[in-house]
């Protein structure tokens, strides 16, 4: 508990909201964590996202939906800031394709 306290307090002196919880707050907060846990430290502004419902949203509800396009069993080769190269040479950019790159 002394560590967590000490990670609070630093996260607060960086002017991050961090929050103490003991076991029954934790459970308020997170009701399927193991029974094991004591207490955890909460950071309101801290989120996960979870990949596979990003995804499955960005293909069905996202504004730009029509424009996404799936490709199974395309191997990707190289990632960089401007897209991917799959693995047989084609080059998928974000706003679209350029071939032969």
């Not at 003991?22 to 955890?40: H, I, K, M, T, Y």
């Amino acid at each position: 508990m002394a560590s967590r306290l000490r990670h609070a307090c630093r996260l607060r002196g960086a002017g991050v909201s961090a929050e103490l919880l003991d076991a029954s707050a934790l459970r308020q907060c997170e009701p399927a964590v193991a029974a094991s846990l004591v207490g955890g430290l909460r950071m309101r502004h801290d989120s996960i996202v979870y990949a596979p419902t990003a995804a499955e949203w960005l293909l069905t509800q996202s504004p730009a939906s029509a424009k996404i396009g799936v490709r199974l069993g395309a191997p990707v080769v190289r990632v960089d800031a401007t897209g991917v190269t799959l693995a047989n040479g084609e080059r998928r950019g974000a706003r679209g394709a350029a071939r032969g790159m």
